[in-house]
């Protein structure tokens, strides 16, 4: 299994970037995916996660209403739309797919099986 997260780069505070995952390896549509991000010196955190067929998106409080995670089937890919990007957000963000069904639908960091390499996001104020 291969999650390719590009996308990444910097950017000026109130910009926007739009992060890809190509996924490769496993039947995409089956499993749910998220991003999860974590800054220099800190925990890697939930940002958020899709359902397989993108019927249903979850967001951590602290972002809704500037993410948007969106997913196409047919090309195996999730995006991450980052809007009115702040410096706080600068950290390297990861792609994962859900493998675990203990809890529900996107359940947290642990119960996602398969990762990709991450892709830098520096915001410059």
């Known amino acids: 299994v291969q999650l390719q997260a590009s996308g990444g780069g910097l950017v000026q505070a109130g910009g926007s970037l739009r992060l890809s995952c190509a996924a490769s390896g496993l039947t995409f549509s089956r499993y749910n995916m998220g991003w999860f991000r974590q800054a220099p010196g800190k925990e890697r955190e939930f940002v958020g996660a899709?359902?397989?067929?993108?019927?249903?998106?979850y967001y951590v409080d602290s972002l809704k209403g500037r993410f948007t995670i969106s997913r196409d089937n047919a090309k195996n890919t999730v995006y991450l739309q980052m809007n009115s990007l702040k410096s706080e957000d600068t950290a390297v963000y990861f792609c994962?797919?859900?493998?675990?069904?203990?809890?529900?639908?996107?359940?947290?960091?642990?119960?996602?099986?398969?990762w990709g390499q991450g892709t830098l996001v520096t915001v410059s104020s």
């Open positions: 899709i359902s397989r067929h993108g019927a249903s998106t």
């Open positions: 994962a797919a859900k493998t675990s069904t203990n809890s529900n639908w996107y359940g947290g960091p642990h119960e996602y099986g398969y």
